[in-house]
DNA sequence: GTCTATCATATCTTTTTTGTATGATAAATG
DNA sequence: CATTTATCATACAAAAAAGATATGATAGAC
């Protein structure tokens, strides 16, 4: 069976008369009387009851012919559907975002381009920086918004927004109770530490505490930012992570920290030499055109 | 366009190999890469890129490949169906299902009919409730269930259950501590909301709003449920989707919404004017005894 | 650098579809 | 009731489409 078939055979059930049907198909009758009797051949089943002058449909030739419709109009918008996709008017934009302040700034974006792309569709992934940059890599993704640095050679990037590695700590830890708004490092290199566990934050942290020449006391690595929390929360330790106020419980309090920039950077990156679909294309630029307007 | 291409389209893009998919086919290679090329002309779209020594689908050809599947299911069932039209004792029957409470209510009416029609097979097709209604309309499928609303002029309906909208948010959100079960609108309005991206509930939630006068922050329209408890979970807000208790885990919970009656309904629908195959008619009044006997 | 796997192109062959001619049937017409 | 007309079916030729064979181009693999 064929969709031509189908299409024969719409028109004559229609017209119930193969030599009308003909000539609305702009082919002789002969052919097209030789068409439904194959697809009767193939269905095993009368698909018309030749009654003295004029056609009749049978029961199963009234389900085909409803069927058949559905089948053709399926067929035409599929058709009409990828000539959208290929135009950048529909289709799915996966984007992975790392926690902290990415999923917040990667709504706003959604929600402006959504009302210009009304089709297009979101699929959000979540990791942290190195499981995205990762999966960018294998090209599971092509955009997304990570936290600084990353591969220069693998990524195109625009800085998206910026953020305070700040020291989370219950609000009953003895370092809460001063009435400084930020924590010094020598405090800091007294107490056990929960810290993320990406390589190059655990360098920097490191770092920090090199250039005072004391040794900090990590006591947890900690790939989830909210369990991180929770940690600090009961008192284990005290978490540096990224401030991302809108976490923050009753309970818990952040300081800056201080002496250091501890500025961590947003990035919005998508693959370098890697062919984008063109709604990826038109996102890009969509978040190209809000971050300069700011 | 024709069945016969679609059936080798959906071949190369399993197999990725233009030379393996002609030995599945058994025709040779060059014809294939010929009527790809031809399809590809038709549609005015590259469907793969071809890339070193590797095939890759475009984001047209996935698209392509998951409607191809769909017409081809479409045919196939259509021709079943006419070759046991008078029998109604076996065959096929599709039922789409949205998330949520549905997959659990159909359950019940699948085992219970099976014994009845041993030789009827189901076929489930998952989706939220705007692509099935897409689906019944194109007549992919004839039955489903969905949540309200839905078109009246398309569909005919049984109201089979019902189910709160509750509001999910992570355990250390600010409005997650309080002593109260619910949360009131008030509450709601000044926090970013993620909500369901039909149409429908859009407007629904704006209206309980602005019977407060006030207006939603709506940060972003998810399609996928669970998606959607994802970034509730981030804290990047407040996710409002149907509760549908198994999905909840540990670090997120859910709370009523005060003050407006949140319920939504969940529909048995089936398309209306058109005939349907005499299983599918049995499984309708199998449902309507079911719900009726309750 | 040669070999191998893979897809593309050119050309010929086969199959399918379409067209033409014609026959069969039965209702309409005089 | 014979003739005309409308209609579908069958037979066979022509055209178009699909498929096969041979071969070329390209880029990894060896």
Redesign the pocket.
């Known amino acids: 069976m ?1 969709l ?2 189908l299409k024969y055979f719409i028109v004559i059930a229609e017209e ?5 049907a003909s000539k609305i198909l ?6 097209l ?6 697809l009767e051949d193939e269905l095993k089943t009368k698909l018309f009851i ?1 009654g ?2 004029q ?1 009749k449909l049978t029961e199963e030739g009234k389900y085909l012919y409803q069927k058949a419709k559905d089948i053709l109009r399926l067929v035409d918008e599929t058709k009409s559907e990828i000539h959208n996709m290929s135009l950048g008017l529909k289709g799915v934009i996966s984007i992975g975002l790392v926690e902290g302040m990415a999923p917040d700034i990667a709504a706003n974006w959604i929600s402006s381009f959504m009302i210009k792309y009304p089709l297009v569709k979101f699929r959000v992934i979540d990791g942290n920086s190195d499981d995205l940059i990762e999966k960018m890599r294998s090209g599971l993704i092509s955009l997304a918004v990570i936290t600084a640095p990353y591969d220069q050679i693998l990524l195109n990037s625009i800085k998206v927004g910026e953020e305070k590695m700040v020291a989370f700590l219950n609000k009953s830890h003895h370092l809460a109770d001063n009435k400084k708004d930020f924590i010094t490092l020598d405090e800091l290199a007294n107490e056990p530490l929960i810290i993320p566990s990406r390589k190059t934050h655990i360098d920097t942290i490191k770092k920090w505490f090199k250039k005072n020449r004391k040794e900090p006391n990590i006591v947890c690595e900690m790939d989830n930012y909210l369990d991180a929390i929770a940690l600090a929360n009961r008192n284990v330790g005290v978490s540096i992570f990224p401030k991302t106020e809108y976490v923050l419980n009753s309970s818990i309090i952040s300081k800056d920290i201080g002496e250091i920039n501890a500025n961590i950077e947003y990035l919005f990156v998508w693959r370098k030499g890697h062919q984008l679909s063109i709604i990826e294309d038109n996102f890009i630029d969509h978040i190209k055109a809000v971050v300069n307007h700011k």
């Open positions: 064929e031509r078939t119930l008369n193969i030599t009308k702009m082919i002789q009758q002969p052919p009387s030789n068409q439904i009797k194959n030749r003295k002058r056609l």
